[in-house]
């Protein structure tokens, strides 16, 4: 069994669904669920996790619908304004039509900017509502999110290995930071988006030994398989991706088990 523990879905129709950016873009061209789906087939994955993306902001209505195309197969990680007085409320409807987690792109503002009441009343929501956490980050916010995991005992995802910075190194002190966040059981990690952090080509060599790392460390169990789809297919494939993942890193195989599946079942598909 594999899943997907992260990929984007979107389509070019403003009238239906209008475009609310709050990453800074609007793409030009479209990530529809059909194509995700051939996708789906083409490379035997049995289950996926949809990530909103940015350009529709806190607007999740396509996610969502993508998600009812198959409850089962597929798990909607949501976005609503984490500094607005109604997240809670928001995020609590959002659950009622399918959500099964959140994401917060701690990156797009100042670190001071997340001392805020309100910040601290979504986490509290999340906890009540036992609902898992994505996070989009850079290596300066992650001493912050070890904070937090301290205090909100629920799963806590980091997105793409936190973003490192390009070419680093495992002796690098952004790096050197995530790993010591495997000391918080709640804290989980994506072996993913390779090419934000890496200085090659794909398959981007440099960061295979940042990736093995972070699984020593976290161990299988706490880490996940994604393929940042489609922006994978922009600069590498999704196959390569895949295959990369299954045999290029010594991973044995109970290993890949975990990191492939078991890991996102046990945060998205438990009971």
Known sequence: ??????????????????WSPIGGYIPDGEAPLER???????NAIDGAVLVQPTPYGWDNTYLLECKQADQEKFRAVVLVDPLSEGAVDSLKRLIG???????????????????????????????????????????EYLPFVGDIASTYHIP??????GRPQVGSKLDDAGFLALLRLAEKPNIFVKLSGMNYYSAELAPYRDTWQLLAAAKERFGAERCLWGSD??????HWSYPENLNTIRKDFG?????????????ARSIWWKG
């Open 97 to 139: 039509e399918g959500a099964n987690g959140l994401r917060i792109n701690l990156h797009l503002q100042p670190l001071a900017a997340w001392d805020d009441i309100r910040f601290y009343e979504l986490w509290e929501g999340c906890r009540n509502l036992d609902l898992p956490v994505c996070l989009q980050l850079t290596p």
């Open 1 to 18: 069994m594999v899943i997907d523990s992260h990929l984007h879905l979107w389509v070019n129709r403003p009238e239906k669904y209008p």
């Open 156 to 161: 806590i995802i980091i997105d793409h290995l």
């Open 36 to 42: 995700f789906l051939g996708v789906m087939a083409e």
């Open 251 to 263: 991973f044995e195989e109970t290993e890949l088990e975990w990191i492939l599946s078991k890991t």
């Open 229 to 234: 789809f489609p922006f994978v297919d922009e």
